[in-house]
């Protein structure tokens, strides 16, 4: 496939101003006529040929302006249909095309998902619908009938607001039409059609407009609908609140499908979920499942302004709606529940998912120059890293200049299909602030290090930092710019408390943020008392890597007196993983080093901290994933060393505080009915983070302990977390546990994926057979996503001794179900693909294997558009 190049955009030379479409439904042979209200562009010669999108179309028939277009006047292909000279005043296309929703297992485009039709067009789509414009900046208004049998499909939805139903004469059909008023580009249409239950709610927005709400499910899970809905009411009056958006439409309506590439697509006024984002009720979903409900469904609805009032000019500019929408949630988020566990929890998410990608073969700019496959760039980088640049924005610009910005941006570009210079234009219009040094954020890639080196001078009372930054080579970008890197940070003082400096030289500051913009920066703070201990990037201000040498008694110090939460979360990860990385080296010349006491008693003084809140505590008691360990070692990575290094701490923690922990696992056990907030599911979080502790403490009742919190659970996230530990750790009842899951849990889909997954993610040389022999599991389906992800993805990312084995199984069990997989849904087997990407960080041995396995795969010649972009790049 041809590189697709930022530099070579040009505007489409038609416009595409008003779509009818009339979607006669059937599962083999649905017919779509499609007219479509065409313009030439004012600068464009008439007679210029109209180019549209297609992918595996048929045509049936094709009109203009009423006529039949003779044969010369057009050509036809599967994935083209070129007008040679269409008229040079506005006409209408008519143009019939016949398409197959249930051959169609790419699900893009027309679907059947359990029976119901649904559609998915981000990114290209709708050219699977019909012959179209499909990119981005053809804003049309759209008008669509939807047909179909009254018995199978009672529900008929699509963009907008309704304007009439009615039977079809003569026929079992009826017939929907909807009108959707807000000029959209084509991946933002929807279409649902099915035997769904309706849960109606209303909104009455800011305005006073009632906006009716719904949420459709599948016949049976009406009960599963509250969370979602509570959810969505949320978002609606806070994005009112926070951000001035209103609502602008008369109904806002959700599905659940349950088999879906992505987690959720923000059609306007018709929102098409994977149902894991949807469904929770406390027997089938965990604190994490409720979290993330609350958050996709406040992506999607954030999405109205951020993606479809305002769209991005080209797919370049993904990260102009994605990343800010990501913000968005973001903040919606640390609003509903504990700002600081929120923010730890995405730096976590970042630095696991995130780093690597920008560490490795993949590695692109947050606005890529160029792509092959535009799927493959629904990335964590353009999504996660992203948002950090938003947060970055409004970090530098201060909140009231980020807000009035913002508010620009919504009154300029409102209706528009826009760009990432223009977004920044706004901000600097409205504070005055010159954002071209800061728009490299979004050019180049690779994760910047700040260098840091400190120096006090008692006799001066001066305090000096060095600051140096540099992003190290990435494919495609051997040097770099200076970045604008926002460094909160404090100077703590012997009592804990931040020290005020009477001046400061060197760099720029602003309150609590020293805003590093070249290269180096020799910085002095004056009428500093007393050695002070640096706490830097506070609230993680800035998706850099710090390079600093701390002392471990100023670690201990920052991880038991920073005022500021996020740090001293840091502090002791940073704590746990130089013991990690320690031990991962010693075991890795065949002896067994003892964790050091200083490290251990921090894990106790975190977990005896009275003051700490019980979610915080959980995270500080998280030690590092044995990912962000082998990130950390960097090259000659053997994951072996690493699981056995955590275990090992895990142990010493367990064994020298087991009976506190034993105490802190029952006590923060919630009691009485289950409720998901915020401040229950950190107590529940703190109390299986103890007990995770106690299950290898080598007491006497450790097993009798875990097999209890598994059994007595009366909710699945300590359900799962007993089961994790039964399976994981290899306790007895291990078996038993996974018998009892599955008679209890068979009929709910899913909860069996977490079914799959624990054991998909347990360590030892059984796993493999195990995955093998899950593959014919009556419940295995590989044909839904969700599915293949809880077995397959779940092991390639999150088992990592398995998948990396030694003799390379692991590495060939995923590359030949990537081939399978990839003939029948590219997306998901490029995803898959990708748990490839840290492949030349292994030792000389599972690296020469991981390649073995990548050749394979890249040998195989009709490998889809997606598998083959990723694999090109992995190899490169
Ligand atoms: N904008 C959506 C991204 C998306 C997607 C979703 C489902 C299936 C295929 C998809 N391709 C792209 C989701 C979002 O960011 O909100
Ligand atoms: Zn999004």
């Keep these: 496939a041809p590189a697709i190049r930022l530099e070579d955009y040009q505007p489409p030379v038609y416009r595409i101003e008003k779509v009818h479409l009339t979607v006669k439904l059937d599962p083999a042979e649905t017919e779509v006529v499609a007219t479509l209200s065409v313009a030439r562009q004012a600068d464009v010669q008439a007679g210029t040929p109209l180019v549209l999108d297609g992918d595996e179309l048929s045509l049936r028939e094709l009109k203009l302006n009423g006529e039949v277009l003779p044969d010369d006047g057009y050509t036809v292909s599967p994935d083209k249909l070129e007008i040679h000279a269409p008229p040079s005043k506005p006409f209408d296309l008519k143009i019939t095309t016949q398409i197959n929703p249930e051959a169609n297992t790419k699900l893009m485009g027309l679907y059947r998902s359990s029976g119901t039709y649904c559609t998915q067009c981000e990114a290209e789509g709708f050219r699977r619908i019909t012959y179209f414009l499909d990119r981005p900046d053809v804003l049309a208004i759209y008008t669509t009938r939807v047909e179909a049998p009254k018995n199978d499909c009672p529900v008929l939805l699509a963009n907008g607001n309704l304007m009439e139903k009615g039977d079809i004469d003569g026929t079992d059909r009826h017939y929907a039409l909807w009108h959707d008023p807000h000029p959209k580009p084509a991946y933002l249409f929807a279409l649902v059609a099915g035997n769904l239950a309706q849960v109606p709610d209303r909104f009455t927005t800011a305005s006073d407009k009632k906006v009716d709400l719904n949420i459709y499910v599948e016949h049976g899970n009406e009960g599963l609908c509250s969370w979602a809905m509570d959810s969505l009411k949320r978002s609606m009056k806070w994005d009112e609140d926070v951000f001035g958006r209103e609502y602008d439409l008369d109904v806002f309506n959700i599905v659940a499908v349950s088999d879906f590439n992505m987690g959720a697509m923000e059609n306007k006024g018709l929102n098409i979920f994977n149902d894991k984002y949807v469904l929770a009720d406390p027997e089938t979903a965990t604190d994490q499942d409720y979290a993330n409900i609350e958050a996709v469904i406040a992506h999607e609805y954030f999405h109205n302004w951020t993606g479809n009032r305002i769209t991005c000019r080209d797919w370049f500019q993904l990260c102009l709606k994605e990343g800010l929408t990501v913000f968005r949630d973001q903040e919606f988020t640390s609003d509903m529940r504990s700002r600081p566990v929120k923010r730890i929890t995405d730096v976590r998410l970042l630095k696991t998912h995130q780093f690597p990608e920008d ?11 160029v792509y092959h496959e535009i799927n493959n760039f629904y990335t964590a980088t353009v999504y996660e890293k992203g948002a950090e640049v938003v947060r970055m924005l409004k970090t530098v610009l201060g909140d009231e200049g980020f807000h009035k910005g913002l508010d620009l941006y919504f009154d300029r570009h409102d209706g528009e299909a826009t760009t990432i210079e223009a977004f920044l234009t706004c901000f600097e219009d409205t504070t005055g602030t010159d954002l071209s040094q800061f728009a490299l954020w979004y050019e180049q890639a690779g994760t910047p290090v700040v260098s840091v080196a400190s120096a006090y001078d008692a006799d001066r009372q001066t305090y000096s930092l060095s600051l140096s930054q540099e992003i190290p080579p990435v494919p495609g970008q051997r040097s770099s710019k200076p970045a604008v890197i926002p460094l909160r940070f404090g100077l703590l003082g012997p009592d804990g408390k931040d020290m005020h400096a009477t001046s400061a030289s060197g760099i720029k500051i602003s309150g609590d943020v020293l805003l590093m913009e070249k290269s180096r920066h020799e910085i002095t703070f004056s009428g500093i008392s007393s050695q002070p201990v640096m706490s830097l990037l506070r609230a993680f201000s800035a998706p850099v890597r710090i390079d600093q040498k701390f002392a471990t008694a100023d670690l201990q110090f920052l991880a038991a007196r920073d005022n500021d939460p996020f740090n001293r979360w840091q502090a002791v990860q940073s704590l746990a993983m130089q013991e990690l990385v320690r031990l991962t080296g010693t075991l890795r010349h065949g002896k067994l080093g003892a964790p050091a006491d200083g490290v251990v008693s921090v894990f106790g003084a975190v977990l005896n901290d009275q003051n700490l809140d019980p979610a915080l505590k959980a995270l500080a008691l998280t030690l590092p994933s044995e ?68 299950a290898v403490s080598n007491t006497e009742d450790a097993a009798q302990f875990t097999w209890d919190r598994f059994s007595s659970a009366d909710n699945m996230t300590d359900r799962l977390a007993g089961l994790m530990l039964l399976v994981h750790d290899h306790m007895p009842g291990e078996t038993a546990a996974l018998d009892l899951y599955l008679s209890r849990h068979e009929k709910s889909s899913l909860a069996m994926d977490k079914w799959f997954m624990v054991q998909a993610t347990a360590p030892g040389d059984g796993t493999l057979a195990t995955i093998k022999s899950l593959f014919s599991h009556p419940l295995y389906d590989a044909t839904n996503p969700n599915r293949v992800r809880a077995l397959l993805q779940s092991f390639a990312t999150g088992n990592a001794t398995q998948f990396a084995r030694p003799d390379g199984a692991g590495f060939e069990l995923v590359a030949e179900s990537v081939l399978e997989i990839d003939k029948r849904n590219p997306q998901v087997a490029s995803r898959l693909l990708t748990s490839f990407r840290s492949w030349r960080a292994l030792d000389a041995n599972r690296c020469a294997l991981a390649e073995s396995a990548l050749m394979k795969i890249s040998s195989c010649e009709d490998l889809s558009r997606d598998s083959r972009d990723i694999i090109d790049r992995t190899l490169q």
């Design 359 to 369: 560490a490795g073969p993949l590695a692109h700019p947050v606005r890529p120059r």
């Design 627 to 694: 990912a962000d360990i082998a990130q950390e070692i960097g090259k000659n990575v053997d994951p072996d060393a690493i699981l056995a290094a955590r275990k090992q701490l895990r142990q010493a923690i367990a064994r020298q505080f087991h009976g506190a922990l034993r105490a802190a696992a029952l006590e923060f056990a919630p009691r009485g009915d289950y409720s998901p907030d915020a401040e229950t599911a950190g107590k529940r979080a703190l109390s299986n983070r103890a007990a995770y502790y106690y």
